[in-house]
C-alpha cells in the first residue's frame, strides 16, 4: 500500500512562504499523533470501553496549545467525549463545520497477534519498513481522522489564521455497537449545544474507489438503517437417538440457508440511482450501460451474477436490496436431547425509505410465509406456528439529495478541492450499507448536512473495504498526508475569513 505519488500541499500554503515550515511540520507530528492514538485500546464491549483515556490525549494536546475544550464528557467512566473548538469571526454568516472522529474500536488480539494473522502488534503503532503503512486497530476505522482533524486545529492556531464560521472537532466514544448511546446520540441528547453546526463530516468517505481503471471519490450522502430480527423455530423436542420431523436446529439451518441463498426484494432509492449515474458518467459506453442495468427491474440480477467482480458485487449489491444476514444462533442445551426451539438473529441493513414491517415481509416471503402462520391441529385449532419472527432493536436511516443547495454546495467545494489537488478526480455521492454515527447526529435540532469524508489515499488494487474491521488493518503514512491535506483545503474554501 505504499504510495509513491508527490504529496498535494494546499493552496494557502504555496502562497505563503512563512506556513511551508510550519505544514511540513504538522504533517510529521500528526503521524505522531496517530500513533499514539493506535496504541489506546479503545476497544468496544458493548457497555463496557475505555476511550476516555485517548480522549484525555487528545484534550492535552488541545489545553496545551490554548485551544478551546471541553472537559470530558462522559455518560458512563470510562466512555469519554471531548469537544475543541476554533472560533470563527462570523463573516461568512454561516453555522460550524464539524469534524467528527469516533476513537472506539472494533475487537482485535492484544497478545496472540501474530497467530491470528497480524503482521504488526494491532495496538503497537507500527510504520512497516517495508509498505511505509501504519498497522493497527483504528487506522481505517477511524482514528486517522481523529489524528487529521487534531493535526488540522493545530496548524490553524498556531498560525492564527482566521475563519469565518466556527471549526468544531469531536473525539467521541461508543460508535461500534448497533445499539451504541455513549458517544453521539449522548451528545445529540444531553450537549446539543456543544455541537450545533450546519455541516459535518465524519466517516465512510474520501477514499479513492477504483472501477475498470477509473478513480472515483465516494463521499456519504445517505445510510441504511439497521434492524435486529429474531427469528425462532419450535418444535416437540425429543431424545436424541430418535428420529424426528421438526427438529428445530435443522429449521433455523434451513431459515438461514434460504437467507444466505437468496436476496430479498430488488429497490432503487435516489441514493443509489444518483451513485450508479455518476459512476457510468466516467465509464466507456458498455461498462456505463452495465452499471446502470443494476437499475433494472428485469436485468439487475443477470448483472450482479454474472458480469460484476466480487468486490463490486459486494460494495454495489447492498444497494440496491435490504439484507438480512443470519449473526448469531442458538439452541439446545443438553447433548442427548432434540430441543423445543432454536433461534437465529439477523442482522437486517435497511434502505432509506423502508418500514421494519415492510423488510419484516420481505423476510417471510424469501422463508415462507405459512410458515410463520398457526398450525392446524388434528382437532380443528390452532397450534403455534413452525417460525416466530420478533423485533430486537432498530436504527434510523437517512438520505440527502444532493441536489439540495445545502448538500450541493460542500459537495461542489470538495470537487474543487480535487480539482485543484487531485487532477480532478470526481466526486461520486454515495450510499453507506453499514451504520455511523449520522444516523444520530442527522436527529440534532439543527439539521445538519453529514456527509462521509474522511480523505485518506490508497493504491489501485487495494481492497479497502476489506481493512475496515479487517486483519491487519493499515493506512499508508503517505495515504495519510494526501488525506490531511485534501481534508485541510477543504475546511479553508468552507471556512476562510471574509475580512
Not at 437468496?262 to 466507456?284: C, D, G, I, M, Q
Request: glycine share 10%; charged share 25%; proline share 6%.
Amino acid at each position: 500500500m505504499a504510495s509513491s505519488k508527490v504529496l498535494p500541499i494546499p493552496t494557502l500554503v504555496k502562497q505563503n512562504e512563512n506556513l511551508k515550515a510550519s505544514w511540513d511540520s504538522i504533517l510529521e507530528e500528526a503521524v505522531g499523533i496517530f500513533q499514539k492514538l493506535i496504541k489506546f485500546d479503545t476497544r468496544n464491549f458493548g457497555e463496557d470501553g475505555s476511550e476516555t483515556e485517548a480522549a484525555l490525549y487528545l484534550k492535552s494536546i488541545f489545553d496545551k496549545e490554548g485551544i478551546e475544550c471541553t472537559e470530558i464528557l462522559e455518560q458512563k467512566p470510562g466512555r469519554g467525549n471531548v469537544i475543541a473548538r476554533i472560533r470563527g469571526d462570523g463573516s461568512l454568516g454561516k453555522g460550524p463545520v464539524l469534524l467528527s472522529a469516533h476513537l472506539d474500536v472494533v475487537e482485535a488480539p492484544k497478545d496472540d497477534w501474530v497467530e491470528k494473522g497480524w503482521k504488526h502488534g494491532p495496538f503497537e503503532g507500527v510504520i512497516d519498513e517495508e509498505d511505509g503503512c501504519l498497522y493497527g486497530r483504528g487506522t481505517v476505522d477511524m482514528k486517522n481522522m481523529a489524528a487529521a482533524s487534531t493535526a488540522l486545529l493545530l496548524f490553524i492556531a498556531r498560525n492564527e489564521i482566521k475563519l469565518g464560521r466556527d471549526l468544531i472537532f469531536a473525539a467521541i466514544a461508543d460508535e461500534e455497537r448497533s445499539d451504541s448511546k455513549y458517544g453521539a446520540k449522548f451528545l445529540v441528547e444531553q450537549h446539543p449545544e456543544k455541537i450545533d453546526c450546519d455541516l459535518l463530516f465524519t466517516e465512510v468517505g474520501g477514499f479513492p474507489m477504483y472501477m475498470e481503471g477509473t478513480k472515483g471519490i465516494p463521499v456519504m450522502i445517505a445510510e441504511k438503517g439497521a434492524i435486529r430480527f429474531r427469528i425462532t423455530a419450535h418444535g416437540k423436542g425429543a431424545h436424541g437417538s430418535t428420529f424426528c420431523k421438526d427438529n428445530p436446529i435443522v429449521t433455523i439451518g434451513d431459515v438461514c440457508t434460504k437467507l444466505g441463498k437468496t436476496r430479498l426484494r430488488h429497490r432503487v432509492t435516489n441514493s443509489a440511482r444518483v451513485t450508479f449515474e455518476a459512476l457510468a458518467s466516467h465509464l466507456n459506453f458498455v461498462k456505463a450501460s452495465a452499471l446502470k442495468l443494476l437499475l433494472s427491474p428485469r436485468f439487475h440480477s443477470y448483472v450482479l451474477d454474472y458480469i460484476l467482480p466480487e468486490k463490486q458485487y459486494k460494495i454495489f449489491g447492498p444497494l440496491l436490496f435490504n439484507v438480512a444476514n443470519p449473526v448469531l444462533m442458538g439452541g439446545g442445551d443438553c447433548g442427548n436431547q432434540i430441543p423445543t426451539s432454536a433461534w437465529v438473529t439477523l442482522d437486517t441493513r435497511i434502505l432509506p425509505g423502508v418500514t421494519a414491517a415492510e423488510v419484516r415481509e420481505e423476510i417471510m416471503e424469501v422463508i415462507g410465509r405459512s410458515r410463520f402462520e398457526p398450525i392446524k391441529m388434528e382437532d380443528g385449532s390452532d397450534g403455534q406456528p413452525e417460525l416466530a419472527i420478533e423485533q430486537l432493536t432498530e436504527t434510523s436511516c437517512y438520505e440527502q439529495d444532493p441536489k439540495d443547495p445545502r448538500v450541493a454546495e460542500p459537495l461542489a467545494v470538495i470537487q474543487g478541492v480535487l480539482d485543484k489537488l487531485d487532477n480532478g478526480t470526481p466526486v461520486v455521492p454515495f450510499m453507506v450499507p453499514g451504520h455511523t454515527d449520522c444516523s444520530y447526529y442527522i436527529t440534532h435540532p439543527s439539521k445538519p448536512v453529514c456527509l462521509g469524508f474522511s480523505p485518506v489515499d490508497v493504491p489501485p488494487g487495494t481492497d479497502f473495504a476489506a481493512l475496515f474491521h479487517g486483519t491487519n488493518e493499515r493506512v499508508s503514512v503517505d495515504g495519510f498526508k494526501w488525506g490531511l491535506a485534501i481534508l485541510l483545503e477543504t475546511i479553508f474554501d468552507l471556512c476562510l475569513s471574509t475580512n
